[in-house]
């Protein structure tokens, strides 16, 4: 069973549209987030939500917006893509948001902007 | 602010070598620390961690321990094997209402039979 999916796992597309990523965990944890991974392997935080409540927002584009249906989902839109969008894009769950909760993560969306 | 730094890589190790992978963190407060792994194509697996100082977190015969007077949580394994050939990353997480996990840039380590 898979606790933490991500969809799609590979996602082409051109400057200028509007994409989703989708995921979903299993495991029953109350937080979630996203990651952004460059070209160079470096992670990056983006967002965080807790019970459906943003908790973390770095300093991301405005384009990127998360939305969180329910606990086990925390979908990232993207709008407008860019070339420097390409990344990979990591879901990550915890069981709560304190500070020695593991975090859990998806097998990535890898973002190929063109 | 706080931050994570790594040794650069990639490192190259041949089947039964000695591993350290270097780390040192700038933080306020106590945070937890973490390794991750990342095998090829796949996502970020939790290694080991330590949550206070002088814990020692270990795991499939990898160890790091939290030092407090250097800021340091160093990964060590005494005989790497080629199926560790992957990319580590060593994060703190703060303990302020963010609890946020901050990496460092990753060691790619390559192990050659």
């Known amino acids: 069973d898979t606790a933490v999916s991500q969809t799609p796992k590979y996602l082409v597309t051109q400057m200028g549209n509007d994409k989703s990523i989708k995921c979903e965990q299993n495991?029953?944890?109350?937080?979630m987030y996203w990651y952004k991974q460059d070209s160079k392997k470096f992670l990056k935080i983006m967002f965080s939500y807790n019970n459906k409540e943003l908790i973390i927002n770095e300093t991301v584009p405005n384009r990127f917006s998360p939305k969180s249906p329910d606990k086990a989902h925390l979908n990232l839109h993207i709008n407008s893509l860019e070339l420097g969008d390409s990344a990979v894009y990591f879901c990550?769950?915890?069981?709560?948001?304190?500070?020695?909760?593991?975090?859990?993560f998806g097998p990535g969306t890898r973002l190929t902007v063109t | 602010g706080d931050s994570v730094t790594q040794m650069e890589g990639p490192v190259t190790l041949s089947e039964e070598a000695f591993l350290t992978i270097n780390c040192t963190y700038t933080a306020t407060g106590y945070p937890s620390l973490f390794w991750y792994v990342q095998y090829p194509g796949e996502g970020l697996q939790l290694l080991l961690k330590a949550t206070k100082a002088d814990d020692k977190g270990s795991n499939k015969g990898f160890e790091a321990t939290y030092r407090k007077e250097t800021t340091s949580f160093h990964l060590e394994k005494g005989s790497v094997q080629v199926s560790d050939s992957a990319v580590y990353f060593c994060a703190l997480r703060r303990t302020d209402s963010s609890y946020k996990l901050i990496f460092g840039s990753g060691t790619r380590l390559l192990v050659r039979p």
């Open positions: 990550a769950s915890s069981q709560q948001a304190g500070p020695a909760y593991e975090q859990y």
């Open positions: 495991l029953g944890h109350d937080t």
